[in-house]
């Protein structure tokens, strides 16, 4: 072929390339056998599911479990809605809450990768109004902060911000005065909003000298929209949802797709389960204007397993490279100081909890990283077995042995081990 011939091709390759996206990849699937896991012993999971529904401790849930680069087991049992009698179904649109933070969280070191923004420079680059934050100190007195939040920090949970709504102390009734959160909701327009009201309030402590869950992701979430020029949902759809094939995951259920949408339950009074959100009535999920990069998503277990596998792959999945490595390495590592942990003796990492080398963290291996939400979704990958598991109830105030049992069970699954 002619070199002009070849040069216009080429030029036409590139113009055209846009307008025919490369599809993203299916979820791959397979046999337990082939992946060293046991059929007969994965079916305890299933029962153990089964049993936890029928007992009235959960409405429903639904569970996928990858090993070895293929899905080898998925269950869904029980209700999407107590009242209307509605099935769970494998598409089910689910709220993740706290699960959002991983994802928002990959969105941050997007930009970072990028050399748009550095994890240790003062976020007053890009919120000005920080620039005079200060601490709450003993006895009520506020003092200067020694230091300046850093995307770091709020990767973490050490930039001193707090939630302010389960708690009772001075800094929680400021929080509470200022109108940010109640139980469930969030009070401010938006995250600009937020971010703008905390600038008024102290932080709970000095930032990066501990651990302290609270609205750090949060405002992660408006950091991106300021250093991107985006919303985070139209980000987090164009740079992460698209490339990876997460069509359904959303910060505003669409009208369209509602009758999916997961109703929330709550044990009741009288030790049964009920509602506590419809999903037409829950102003979180539908007609949103804050966009909650600490808990705003709803999706299908399809789609996070398939945010799971891009982590597991060392940050991409099919065609679609999200991170390198390196980062994904980076943000599944303990970086928390010698001596501090975010509970139970756990690692933290940016964005993940990670199970720390030398103690097992409940049943994980060593290494392994996980996160969970309110709702009682969770999972972890264990990046020794090449192992994803997912389980994804609706309910609030899951009891914490839950999550240790369906996890021993998946283990005991394991035909083969690289340990």
Known sequence: MPATVRAIAAALTLLLAPAFPTLAADLPRGNPEAAGMSPERLERVRVKMNRLVESGEFPGMTAMIARRGKVVFEHTTGLLDVETGAEL???????????TKPITSVG?????????????????KFFPEWKDMTVLAERGNMVPAARPVTPRH????????????????LLDRMYQEARLIDDWDYLTRDTRELVEKLADLP????????????????????????????????????????????TESYFDVPPEVVERFGTDHIIGEDGTLIVQDSPG?????????????????????????????????????????????????LMTSNLLPAGMDSGQG?????????????????????????????????????????????????????????QPTLQNLVY???????L
């Open 281 to 329: 009535e829950d102003p979180e999920f539908i007609g949103v204007t804050f966009l909650s990069g600490g808990g705003g998503l709803v999706m299908t277990a399809d789609n996070y397993m398939r945010f799971c596998f891009m982590l597991l792959n060392g940050g991409a999945f099919g065609d679609a490279r999200i991170l390198s490595p390196a980062t994904i390495a």
């Open 203 to 246: 932080l709970l402590f000095q930032p990066g000298s501990r651990y302290h869950y609270g609205f750090s992701t949060d405002v992660l979430g408006h950091l991106i929209e300021r250093v991107s020029g985006e919303p985070l949902d139209r980000y987090l759809e164009t740079r992460l949802f698209e490339p990876l094939g997460m």
């Open 89 to 99: 179904q494998s598409d089910s649109l689910l709220r993740i809450y706290s699960m």
């Open 108 to 124: 941050a070191m997007m930009l970072v990768e990028e050399g748009k923004l550095l994890l240790d420079e003062p976020v007053t």
């Open 346 to 402: 756990a690692g933290f990492g940016l964005g993940f909890g990670v199970a720390p080398s030398g103690i097992h963290q409940r049943t994980l291996t060593p290494g392994s990283y996980y996160w969970g939400g309110a709702a009682g979704t969770f999972f972890w990958i264990d990046p020794t077995e090449e192992l994803i598991g997912l389980f994804m109830p609706q309910r609030i105030g899951t009891p914490p042995w839950i």
């Open 412 to 418: 005991a699954s394991l035909t083969e081990s690289s």
């Open 154 to 169: 709020l990767l973490m949970h050490m930039s001193g911000l707090t939630y302010g709504y389960y708690g009772d102390s």
